[in-house]
């Protein structure tokens, strides 16, 4: 008989089987990082179209107001370009005020009225004159600009000379052809239909102005213009004078000068229209 020796035998220790679980995936991270950044885009994307629209003025954000902004930078003594360019448009005026008429003038430009045969190298020697003969408009750099200067002792027979604006009167014309005929003297016919024109009131008569001639409405009120057959001289209502023996007078030469600019043309338009007689 074998001999068993004597010990203590280990009991194995049982080895625990693990009971069968569901092994979860780990989350993406890229799907995350997708989301967040079509998130950031279309942030960007609304931030743009919010301030397209504040910039074009389809809608207004209190706190960033171009108003109050632009009022508390005044506030501040502070101006931006805008309000400059603004200041600059603003043309500076002043008031010419004489004894016979007022008028606006830009910065700069003058304006004189002469009397009792000054200012006028039209008038016949001899009679003593009473009343507005001449008036003048200066530049900035004193220069006369245009001229109305007193006129007498001189006649006008027939029509040599006749104007024919696109809204001629046929039957204006036909008349002025008669006058003409009747002295004799063809009729020169000047097309103006196509010529531009810068037309105004000058007090209370309309005028076309060509170039540097004025042509005067004859017949206000109707759907012609009739410009009369001398355009060299000019009458308006409130400007006149009297000879020694108290014969009213209200006919002037005008005149531009030769060298003047096209926008001292349009100054002197507007001192024209503006002209009012002194009451």
Do not use: H
């Not at 001289?233 to 023996?245: A, I, K, R």
């Not at 096209?262 to 338009?269: A, F, H, P, R, T």
């Amino acid at each position: 008989m074998d001999t068993v020796p004597n010990g203590t035998m280990e009991t194995p220790t049982p080895v625990p089987t693990p009971t069968p679980q569901t092994a979860s995936k780990p989350k993406s991270k890229s799907n995350g990082g997708l989301v967040a950044l079509c998130i950031l885009l279309a942030l960007i994307v609304v931030g743009l179209l919010v301030y397209i629209a504040y910039e074009k003025e389809y809608i207004q954000i209190p706190f960033l107001s171009k108003n109050n902004s632009a009022q508390d930078a005044e506030e501040n003594g502070d101006t931006d370009n805008t309000d400059a360019t603004e200041a600059d448009d603003v043309v500076a005026t002043t008031t010419f005020t004489g004894e016979t008429v007022t008028a606006t003038l830009p910065e700069g430009w003058t304006m004189q009225e002469y009397y009792d045969g000054e200012g006028s190298e039209y008038l016949s020697e001899g009679p003593d004159y009473v009343g507005l003969t001449g008036i003048k408009i200066f530049n900035p750099s004193n220069t006369s600009m245009f001229y109305l200067a007193g006129v007498n002792g001189i006649g006008f027979a027939g029509c040599s000379e006749y104007y024919a604006f696109a809204d001629d009167n046929p039957a204006y014309r036909a008349q002025a052809q008669a006058s003409a005929d009747e002295m004799g003297d063809p009729m020169n016919i000047n097309d103006f239909s196509s010529m531009p024109y810068v037309e105004y009131d000058v007090l209370g008569r309309t005028i076309r102005r060509v170039a540097t001639k004025i042509y005067l409405d004859d017949e206000e009120g109707n759907n012609y213009f009739e410009a009369p057959c001398f355009n060299v001289v000019v009458t308006f209502e409130g400007l006149s004078y009297t000879d020694e023996d108290n014969y009213p007078y209200e006919a002037y030469f005008y005149g531009f000068n030769t060298t003047i600019t096209g926008d001292e043309l349009l100054k002197v338009d507007d001192i024209l229209k503006s002209m009012e007689v002194v009451e």
